[in-house]
Nanobody, 127 residues
Framework: QVQLVESGGDSVQTGGSLRLSCAASGAAYKLIYMGWFRQAPGKEREGVAAVYTGSGETYYADSVKGRFTISRDNAKNTLDLQMNNLKPEDTAMYYC????????????????????WGQGTQVTVSS
């Protein structure tokens, strides 16, 4: 079983930056795909960024391209999300997610692609 614990959420003003971190423990060596999702009140959980830990290939939602950067440290079993130029529409609970089995076809920003989730960390951006 894999445990994922997020940290780094905070309240910032428009244009500010935050760095979220996800610490993986348990069977962390099994993590093949990892991602960050977010959910705003009254909205569906949406994929923000993802990484294939084998190659390091990354994927981003159009809404965050050029502003967010996902990074994975395989040695430390951590997954970070650097968020720059934050906007009020980025306000949400942010969740770390991981998948422990290979996929024939992987859809990195789809929620149902992942079988492990953290509890979330709140990000609030004020105008």
């Amino acid at each position: 079983q894999v445990q994922l614990v997020e940290s780094g959420g905070d309240s910032v003003q428009t244009g500010g930056s935050l760095r979220l971190s996800c610490a993986a423990s348990g069977a962390a060596y099994k993590l093949i795909y990892m991602g960050w999702f977010r959910q705003a009140p009254g909205k569906e959980r949406e994929g923000v960024a993802a990484v294939y830990t084998g190659s390091g290939e990354t994927y981003y939602a159009d809404s965050v391209k050029g502003r967010f950067t996902i990074s994975r440290d395989n040695a430390k079993n951590t997954l970070d999300l650097q968020m720059n130029n934050l906007k009020p529409e980025d306000t949400a609970m942010y969740y770390c997610a991981a998948r422990t089995n290979y996929a024939v076809t992987w859809y990195p920003l789809r929620r149902n692609e992942y079988n492990n989730w953290g509890q979330g960390t709140q990000v609030t951006v004020s105008s």
